[in-house]
């Protein structure tokens, strides 16, 4: 059989849909309807298609006669795919260690092993009750579970799966697991308060000072400052910018999105420093920014959510600003946290400077009626 080469799953929770995305582009309108993620497969009917799926869309492909493919050839062509690619439950080792303890656990656990393992997209996001409803089974046992695969609770179990499917998950797949259609006002309120607490509880005890410290060396000891970021990372770019404009001089906001930002990096002196704000989903915009501004020998700072971000190896220095869980459409509260103190230490690295700063730009500001002045 040959070796499927279109499509990497590295980092994407939920396969089939990667293999809809790219057959939908493949064939006709009419058939893109009859490509669906619940398409029910037996195995050997999924062996068959590894033999014969790939053959047929390389024959379509070759012949550029798309339209011809049957919707069942489509189906078996989808399943192809999904099973010609690696095997995540073999590569990531949370999937991994449940994957090797399946046969020794109970009915139950089984049942819950065998869903995380095809689900981990989902499960991040679920409760512990909506992961026992899913299963048929009981909190309890979800509880257990977690701690019998060596975490401290389903919450633990629950981060070990994160960098594995946080860069992928799609805007559906993040609301359909809230509970944003089933929870009334107040609860959703109490729980999204809390939610930020333990974010910011998470912050607190795990931020590496040392390297937050070197951020804020680097920031004050340079002339010129530029902070960038692009979608909705942005607005945490925008806020640093803005507030550093308010303490010292020679700071410059950039959006990613725009093309001009090329070049204004290409056109700062060599050795300028770039902090640059990225959380998932990671705009591509931004890792081809992150390159250029390491072959224009600038030095990058990136403030980023994780580990495994794609931007981490072009960064001078990385700081990762911890986010347990996985937002419904963005969670900025640790990264403004960060932000704050950020500026409240450059600020307080300017001595005498900040006080002269400041009366400039008040001054400014009364000459140019910016502000509303109640007297």
Request: net charge negative.
């Amino acid at each position: 059989m040959s070796e499927f080469p279109l499509i990497s799953s590295k980092g994407y929770p939920n396969i089939m849909s990667d293999s809809i995305l790219f057959l939908s582009n493949c064939v006709s309108p009419p058939l893109k309807s009859a490509l669906s993620p619940e398409a029910d497969l037996d195995s050997s009917e999924i062996s068959q298609a590894l033999s014969s799926g790939y053959e047929s869309l390389q024959q379509s492909q070759q012949s550029q006669d798309l339209n011809s493919v049957s919707l069942q050839s489509t189906s078996l062509i989808c399943k192809s795919v999904v099973s010609a690619l690696p095997d995540l439950s073999s590569s990531h080792p949370a999937l991994s260690n449940i994957t090797k303890r399946l046969k020794s656990l109970t009915p139950k656990a089984r049942i819950l092993g065998d869903y995380i393992v095809q689900n981990p997209g989902k499960v991040v996001l679920m409760t512990t009750r909506q992961l026992a409803r899913a299963c048929g089974i009981s909190e309890a046992t979800v509880v257990r579970f977690a701690m019998g695969m060596g975490y401290d609770g389903y919450g633990d179990l629950q981060q070990a799966l994160k960098d594995l499917v946080s860069t992928g998950l799609a805007l559906p797949d993040r609301s359909e697991t809230n509970e944003i259609m089933e929870e009334s006002g107040l609860n959703r309120l109490h729980r999204v308060i809390l939610e930020e607490l333990g974010e910011l509880r998470s912050l607190y005890e795990t931020i590496n000072i040392s390297v937050l410290n070197e951020f804020i060396k680097n920031i004050i000891s340079s002339p010129v400052v530029y902070v960038l970021s692009s979608r909705i990372s942005y607005t945490s770019a925008y806020y640093m910018g803005w507030s550093l404009t308010k303490i010292r001089k020679g700071i410059h906001i950039l959006k990613g999105s725009d093309s001009t930002s090329i070049d204004t990096l290409s056109a700062a002196p060599e050795g300028s420093l770039v902090v640059l704000i990225a959380t998932t989903r990671y705009p591509n915009e931004l890792l081809k920014l992150s390159k250029l501004i390491k072959r224009l020998g600038h030095r990058l700072l990136v403030l980023t959510d994780s580990p495994n971000s794609p931007l981490t190896p072009f960064a001078t220095l990385s700081l990762e600003v911890p986010m347990r869980a996985i937002p419904f459409t963005g969670n900025p509260s640790n990264m403004l946290c960060v932000i704050k103190y950020i500026v409240q230490e450059v600020a307080a690295g300017q001595g005498d400077q900040l006080k002269d700063h400041q009366q400039h730009i008040e001054q400014i500001y009364l000459e140019n009626d910016i502000m509303f002045n109640a007297v």
